[in-house]
Structure formats: structure tokens, C-alpha cells
């Protein structure tokens, strides 16, 4: 079993109905509507609540931030690559996490993706932060709402997904073209890299086009979940007005001009 707190993150998960709850525990100092409406959620869905000391909520929760309430569930099940290469009948935009280990950053991350409309998360199994409760709360409960892969080798996982006609694009310091003149519209998998060194080599060179995101002050590069919000959301743009039919630009980054590094 796993632990969840926060309200948003127990609230998403009963929403979700994904997960089998054991319990809920909510403290009994805390009265508001927004507690009050997990309570009747969870006695809609039949399961159990129960009313303890805030004092023991910080025990089970070992932290005192999780606003008076915390949730005994089922830990989350995640895909196979199988799973995510499965045609969905529309333009894919997927995720591919390359050692992110902080789980603040991880969840940042998923709550960005789920905003942007992503289709799907890579992560690799090691080198790769857990979906803990402390992800889950920074997530906000965005990963009730995403399909989430765990795979052994991420460059294997990258090559299946491009045999699957999806794009690899990497976010590098070192990449020559500008995130903005990339068109994003049709299938591809964008490639954060972890928080110290980036995209690990063999993920670099697997990648199709590297990308960056020119920056203007004197400090180099953006946290790693601030420039997949970056990115993500500038897709998700590209992908409405192509939705709309108002995407007529030919410029350099059409797919159909489009040639990888890794071809």
C-alpha cells in the first residue's frame, strides 16, 4: 500500500477511480468545505473514513503538510511501452523523463504534462525519482490523470517509439534549433534530462532533433520542470490551431521536411 496526502491529491485519486483505498484519515481540528467534500466522495464511493489527531496525521504522513488529510491506497500501476505504442488515432505528444530524481521536479513535471495534454510519461526505473506521496503532492493529483510507463532501458524504449513513427526530441543547451520553430503538431516524444547533467549521451544521440530555449539573462538554462512547461505548453498551442485547421506554416520545422540526428 502506499500513502497519499493533500487535498488535491486524495481528491484526484478518488475522482480518478483508478486506485482501491484501504482508508482515509482526515483531522479532527480541520472543518472546511473542501475537507468536508472528501469526506462525502469517499462515503459516495463506499470507503472508509476516519477522524484522527492532527498529531498522528503527521506521523503516518511524516509531514505536517498534508492539510488534514491522508489516504491508505493501492500503489499506482504503471504501463508498458507496449502500452503507450498503441495508435490512439490522433497526433501523439509524449513525455520521456531521462533522470529526473527530485521528487519535486517529478511531480511538477506530470502536473504540466497533464495540463498540456500529453498523452503519455516515460520514466525509466532507476536513475529516476519514485511516484511518491511527496511527487503526488507537487503533482497536485495530475498523476491520477496520466498513463504513466516504467521501462528498463529508456534509449530502447526511444527507439521502439520511434519505429512507431514518433519523433525524439531532446531539450539540450546544445541543440541549434529554438523550441518555438519546431513543429510539434504531428506525433513526437519530447526528452527532458535530468536536473544536473541534462540528457545522458546515449539519450542525446538517440534523439532525432535537439531543441533549446534561448535565454535571454545571465543564467543558462531553466529548471527542468519550468522548461517542459516551456515546451509542452507551446506544443499543446501548435496542436490547437492544428486541430482548428489554422496551422499553414511550411517553415523549417514541418514534419514531412523534418531529418533526425538518430535517422
Not at 505504442?85 to 517529478?106: H, K, M, S
Not at 526511444?158 to 523550441?179: A, F, H, Q, S
Request: overall charge positive; proline content about 3%; charged content about 30%.
Amino acid at each position: 500500500m502506499q500513502i497519499l496526502y493533500g487535498i488535491h491529491p486524495v481528491e484526484e485519486a478518488l475522482r480518478a477511480g483508478r486506485r482501491r483505498f484501504d482508508h482515509v484519515l482526515v483531522a479532527r481540528e480541520r472543518r472546511d468545505e473542501r475537507l468536508e467534500a472528501i469526506v462525502t466522495l469517499c462515503r459516495t464511493l463506499k470507503i472508509r473514513v476516519r477522524a484522527e489527531p492532527r498529531e498522528s496525521l503527521n506521523d503516518i504522513a511524516r509531514t505536517p503538510a498534508h492539510q488534514g488529510v491522508v489516504a491508505i491506497v493501492r500503489a499506482q500501476e504503471f504501463l508498458s511501452i507496449e502500452d503507450i505504442l498503441e495508435p490512439t488515432g490522433t497526433a501523439r505528444l509524449v513525455l520521456a523523463l531521462d533522470g529526473v530524481e527530485d521528487p519535486q521536479n517529478l511531480g511538477a513535471l506530470l502536473r504540466s504534462a497533464d495540463g498540456a495534454g500529453v498523452d503519455a510519461v516515460v520514466m525509466p526505473e532507476r536513475r529516476s525519482a519514485p511516484l511518491s506521496a511527496v511527487a503526488a503532492k507537487a503533482a497536485a493529483g495530475a498523476q491520477e490523470h496520466l498513463r504513466i510507463a516504467r521501462v528498463v532501458n529508456l534509449v530502447r524504449a526511444l527507439e521502439d517509439l520511434k519505429r512507431n513513427n514518433l519523433w525524439v526530441i531532446g531539450l539540450d543547451e546544445r541543440g541549434t534549433t529554438d523550441y518555438d520553430q519546431f513543429d510539434f503538431s504531428g506525433d513526437c516524444v519530447l526528452v527532458m534530462g535530468s536536473e544536473g547533467d541534462g540528457l545522458h549521451e546515449l539519450v542525446r544521440r538517440t534523439c532525432d532533433h535537439l531543441l533549446r530555449i534561448p535565454m535571454a539573462g545571465g543564467v543558462s538554462s531553466l529548471n527542468v520542470s519550468a522548461a517542459a512547461s516551456v515546451v509542452l505548453f507551446e506544443a499543446a498551442r501548435q496542436r490547437r490551431l492544428a486541430q482548428r485547421g489554422q496551422e499553414k506554416s511550411d517553415g523549417p520545422g514541418r514534419r514531412k521536411k523534418q531529418k533526425g540526428l538518430g535517422s
